[in-house]
C-alpha cells in the first residue's frame, strides 16, 4: 500500500477547567488516502470539528492540550513551527467551515477572499489573483462570476456563500479539503447540488476530502470509507458499502434509525437513541462511553472495548458477539412505542 496522505495516530484533545481535565478527544487514529473521501459521522459533541481542527492547529486556547502525532506527507503537524504552518494551512490542507456567512469577512468582497488567500501563498500579481478568483466561482457554480466577483458576503445567499468558501477552499489545489458540515442549514437541492460540486471537484483535482457530518444520508452519498465517532472516541469505521449496509456498532444502528425511509411500508415513528450524549467532563470513561445509552449494555462493556476488525477494513468497539449481532440490530431499529 502507499504512504497514506495523513496519519493520525492517538490524538488526544483535553481542556483544563475549574473541574479539572476535560476529554473532548481521546485517542483516536486513522488515515487518509490519497484521494479518498472519508466520513467523519457523529452527533453533535462526538469530537468531529475539534479533532479536525486540532489536526490544523487551528485551537488556540491556551487551556487546550494536544497529544498525540499528525503525520502528513510524513511530517508531524503538532511539532511544526507556527511559520510552517501558515505555509501548509490553505495551501496543502483547506478547510471548508461549518458557517459560511462566518467563515467570510463582511466588509471584504468575495474575490478579496479568494485573491487574498492566493497571494499569501503564492507570487502573483492583484490582478492575476483576482482573474483565479473569477475562474474558481465560475467553477462552483456561481453564475456571472466577472460581476459577482465583487459582492458582499450579505449579497449571496446561504448556498452561494457555501460556493465561495469552497472556492477559497480550493484556489490553491489542497491535497487535503476538510469540510465541516458543508451542508447545514440548506435546503435538500442546495444541499444536493453541494454534495455534487464537492463530488466533481474532488474527481477534477483529486484531492482527498474528509467530511465532517451528522447526517448518515450525507456519508452515503459521497464518501469511500465511513468512521463513526462517540464520546471523542472512535467506535466504528470501515468502507462505505460494510458500514451501511451491515453496520457492527449499537451507535451506528441508532444513527442508521434515525433517516427516514425512502420506500416501503411507511414507518409510524422512527427509532430513537434513548438517553443523552455523554458530557466529555464524564469521569467514567474506562468504559464503552456508549453503554448507558445500549439496550444490550453489560458487565463486560467494561473496561473500554478496543477496536477490532473483522472483515478486511470494518473495525468497531463493541463486545457483542458477531453472530448475534443481526439480530440485535432489528431490535435497535424497532421503534419504541412512547405513551404520552
Known sequence: MSEPLLDVRDLRVSFRTRNGKVAAVDGISFQVGVGEVVGLVGESGSGKSVSMLSVLRLIDNPNCVVEGEVLFKGRDLLTMSDAEMRKIRGDEIAMIFQDPMTALTPVYTAGWHISEQIRAHEKVSKQAAMDRAVQLLDSVGIPNAKERVNSYPHEFSGGMRQ???IAMALSCNPSLLIADEPTTALDVTIQAQILELLQNLQS??????????HDMGVVSQVSDRVMVMY????VESGPRRDVMRDPLHPYTWGLMGSIPPTDGTRTPRLAAIPGAPISPSDPDRDRCLFSPRCRFASDACRPTPLLAMHTPGHMDACILPLAERPERRREALTPVEVTL
Do not use: N
Open 163 to 165: 460556493r465561495v468558501v
Open 204 to 213: 477534477d483535482f483529486g484531492s482527498s476530502i474528509v467530511i465532517i457530518t
Open 231 to 234: 464520546g471523542g472516541r472512535l
